[in-house]
C-alpha cells in the first residue's frame, strides 16, 4: 500500500480566544506522492495557514497530521524541523534571496542552513557542486554569479526554487509563487513546476491566479477555513516557454559570508515558525566549510 505524502485528518486551527480565529476548521486532505495539488480561496480563507501545518512550521489546534506516515502531532519541534529539512522546500511570494549574494552562493547558504539542522557540526562534501546542479534545474546556470539585484522577477523566483531544491526535498509548498510576477515570468514558473512534478515532485501550490491552478491536476478551494475539493480532472494545457538568454560566461566566484539574516517569513507566521527561518547569522560563524 502507498502511504500518502500528506494525510491531514480533520485539523483545526484555532487562533486565540477571545474572540476565537478558527482559521482551519476539520480539514481532511490526503495528497498522494506526486500529485500536484492547488489551493485556492479567498484572502483570509486560510490557505497561508494550511501551508504552515502541512510544512510543519504550525502545529494544529486540533486533528492528527501525517507525513510520509510520521504522526507530525507527536513530534518535538526540533524534529519536526528535522523533518521539514530533509522532505520539504519552500516557495514565497516575495523571493527573499540576499540581495549583496550572488544566485550560488544563496543557494548554498540555503544548503548550508538546512544541513545544519539535520546534520550540526559535520562538512558537507559537494555543497557548491549541489547548488550549481540545482541552479541548473531551473535553467539558471550561466547565471550563477549573478546578483538577485541584476534578475528580472521571474529569474529571482527560479533562484528561490533552486534554493528550495537543492536539499532534495520530495514535496515543494509555494504559497502565491507567482504573486509578484507578470504572465510571461509566471509561465516560466510554471514551466518549471511542470517539470519537476514529471520527475516525481509533489507541489502543493496557493494561488489567487485560476491559469495558476488550473496547470495542477487537482485543486481545493478553502472558504472560512473549510476545505472542499473543486476539481480531480486533467490540468490546463501547458504554455510552454522560450529558454532564457544566456549570460556571459564566467566561473562563479565566491567570496566570504558575513553575519546577515534572511528571515524567510510566511504570512502571519506563528512562533513556532521561527526555528525554520532562513537564519544565516548562525551558519555564517561556520563558513570555514563554506568553500569545500
Ligand atoms: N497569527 C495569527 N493570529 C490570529 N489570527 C490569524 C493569525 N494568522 C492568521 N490569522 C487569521 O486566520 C485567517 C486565515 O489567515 P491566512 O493567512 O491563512 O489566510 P489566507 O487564505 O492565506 O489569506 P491571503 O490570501 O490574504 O494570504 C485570517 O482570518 C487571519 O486573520
Ligand atoms: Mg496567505
Sequence with gaps: MTTNVLDLRRI????????????????????????????????????????NIIGCLDRPTSGKYFVDGIDTTTLSDDQRAGLRSRRIGFVFQAFHLMPYRSVLENVMLADLYRHERTTPGSVTPNRRARAIAAIERVGLGARADFLPTKLSGGERQRVAIARALVGSPS???????????????????LD??????????????????????????????????????????????????PPAPAAPAGRPRLGSVGAYALVQTPVNRPTSAAQVSLSFVSVSFRLATFHR
Excluded: M
Design 171 to 189: 514535496l515543494l509548498l509555494c504559497d502565491e509563487p507567482t504573486g509578484n510576477l507578470d504572465s510571461k515570468n509566471s509561465a516560466a514558473i
Design 192 to 241: 518549471i513546476f511542470r517539470k519537476l512534478n514529471a520527475e516525481g515532485l509533489t507541489l502543493v501550490v496557493v494561488t489567487h491566479d485560476n491559469d495558476v491552478a488550473g496547470r495542477a491536476a487537482r485543486c481545493v478551494h478553502i472558504v472560512d477555513g473549510r476545505l472542499r475539493e473543486t476539481r480531480s480532472a486533467a490540468p490546463q494545457p501547458e504554455r510552454v516557454n
Design 12 to 51: 483545526g486551527r484555532q487562533y486565540g480566544t477571545e474572540p476565537a480565529v478558527h482559521a482551519l476548521v476539520d480539514i481532511d486532505l490526503a495528497v498522494a506522492r506526486g500529485e500536484w495539488i492547488s489551493v485556492t480561496g479567498p484572502s483570509g480563507a486560510g490557505k497561508s495557514t494550511l501551508l
